[in-house]
């Protein structure tokens, strides 16, 4: 269990899948995304994180517990 809470998250150690790629633009052609988002849901310990720039909405279909944290880039896609 996590000792001490943070500012990430108070219960769970989060761990990011998304620091080379865009996990939701992945999403649109594997199913490696909803398999790491279902692994996760049966962590007891842990939550995933992934920033993107691209709305999914079928990630609205996967059903993640509460183990899942999605943060979109609000950048401006002319600077990024």
Do not use: Q
């Not at 809470?5 to 108070?10: F, S």
């Not at 398999?35 to 842990?46: E, H, Q, R, S």
């Not at 994180?49 to 896609?77: C, D, H, Q, W």
């Amino acid at each position: 269990m996590k000792p001490i809470p943070d500012l990430i998250d108070p219960d769970y150690w989060v761990y990011e899948i998304g620091e080379n790629d865009d996990c939701s633009v992945d999403a649109t052609i594997c199913n490696n995304v909803k398999d790491l988002i279902t692994l996760f849901t049966k962590l007891p310990n842990a939550k995933v994180t992934f920033a993107t720039k691209f709305v999914n909405k079928e990630l609205l279909n996967y059903n993640p517990k509460g183990k899942t944290r999605i943060r979109f880039s609000l950048m401006p896609g002319h600077i990024s």
